[in-house]
């Protein structure tokens, strides 16, 4: 099992980013996907998470700037940025629920992380 994050960079306060969560030795469509990052100093926190089921979730933070998707031909999962900021700025990291179910949690694999830095 892996996983492979990607897309991170570095941006304008405003503006969008797709991540990229590609996934090998298992199937996205029958594990949840989460999305968390984590900033220098601070705890990780989660982002989103996309179930086996499709029911999303989004921290109260990205609510409404984010979304979280699947393409199952790829085996991967996005993450949709967009009305960046700079409190945006962290290390996104995506991780595997699991279990073959709709949990969102716990999580039993992590990708390495792509970081994203937003620009005033």
């Known amino acids: 099992v892996q996983l492979q994050a990607s897309g991170g960079g570095f941006v304008q306060s405003g503006d969008s980013l797709t991540l990229s969560c590609a996934a090998s030795g298992f199937s996205v469509n029958n594990f949840a996907i989460g999305w968390f990052r984590q900033a220098p100093g601070k705890e990780r926190e989660g982002v989103s998470c996309l179930n086996s089921d499709g029911d999303t979730d989004y921290s109260e933070s990205v609510e409404g700037r984010f979304t979280i998707s699947r393409d199952g031909a790829k085996n991967t999962v996005y993450l949709h940025l967009n009305s960046l900021k700079p409190e945006d700025t962290a290390v996104y990291y995506c991780?595997?629920?699991?279990?073959?179910?709709?949990?969102?949690?716990?999580?039993?694999?992590w990708g390495q992380g792509t970081q994203v830095t937003v620009s005033s």
């Open positions: 991780a595997r629920g699991a279990y073959v179910s709709a949990a969102c949690r716990p999580y039993d694999y």
